[in-house]
Every structure is written in structure tokens, then in C-alpha cells.
């Protein structure tokens, strides 16, 4: 059976509408960009990715979905947008709604020696890190004081130093084992 034409073509009318949508939620993408800060478009964390996937889905279905009007799509998009604000807003001024939303950084290796039930809980391998280090210059994971795996996805490499874990003030809140001194939380 002959695939329908409506495959490959609908109307004329549905390929203007399907350019007059692109060409608005383009617009709007724009505008929320802008209104929304580099964050939303630098490296992310996994809240922030999310958000951004879910709005270039609701651009997708106003443009080409009949039974998806541009008017709902631009509410959706607008919605999550500012539910994205509120709630960056909100972590900035609340340790404790910080502590639900957002991720610690994770210490992977503490004074050379793999830490694995922090390797197995975030699902990243030995070779991830040796691949780390050797981009940073570092010849052995031995000369690394700390490697930590940032709320963005990235990897921290801290070189080797006298300082212990719990002198260090940028480590506090990496979450790091109990035997090494620290509070897991």
C-alpha cells in the first residue's frame, strides 16, 4: 500500500503555519534566553539540563503539532521559565531548599587513592579520571590532592598540597566518607 500524501505534504496553509510557529517560538527562545541569564546555557547541572530539554519539546510540539496551539506551548515555556527563576531564586536564599534541589560536588579520590563507593554511586570509572588528569597535566593520580565531580557533570582536579580535607575551605561541601573525617550528610 502507496504511503498517504499526507505523509510528505499536507496543505500550503500547514507549512505557513509550521513557519509563522518557527518563526515566533525562535523569537521566544531568544527572549527567554536573555531573560533567564547565561545559566541557562552554560554548563549545566542536571536540574537545568532538564528544564532546557523540556522547553525545546514544547517549542518542537507548537510548531509542528496541530492539536498543540502556539498559545499553549508559549504558556508551558513561559511557566518553566519562571518556575526555573523561583527556583534559582530560592536556592540562593535557602540552605535548606539548596540542600533538596541541588547536588554536592562528590570527592572521587582523596591523596591518590580512589574512592569507590563514591566511583560506584555516581556511575564514573577509574579511566574517566586517569583521562581527567592526564588533560590537566598530571602524570599519576598520586599528585592529585583531590579529584571531585562538580554538580555540573565536570570533573575538579585539586593538585597535591599539604592541606588536609578539612582545612581546605572550598571542600566543604564536597561530600566526602566519614573515614576521611568528614560528615557525609
Known sequence: MPESIDTWFNTWSRIESVAISAVFFYVLVIVVVRVSGKRLTSQMNNFDWIVTIAIGSLVGSGILLKDVSVADSTAAILILAALQWITTFAVRRSNAFRKVIKPRPTLLTHKG????????????????????????????????????????????VIPR????????????????????GRDQE
Do not use: C
Open 113 to 156: 587513592e580512589f574512592i569507590e563507593e563514591n566511583l560506584s554511586k555516581e556511575r564514573i570509572s577509574e579511566a574517566e579520571i586517569r583521562a581527567k588528569l592526564r588533560q590537566q597535566g598530571f602524570t599519576s593520580v598520586e599528585d592529585a590532592n583531590w579529584v571531585i565531580l562538580e554538580t555540573d557533570g565536570s570533573l575538579t
Open 161 to 180: 598540597e599539604a592541606v588536609s580535607l578539612n582545612e581546605a575551605d572550598l571542600m566543604s561541601d564536597v561530600a566526602a566518607p566519614a573515614r576521611l
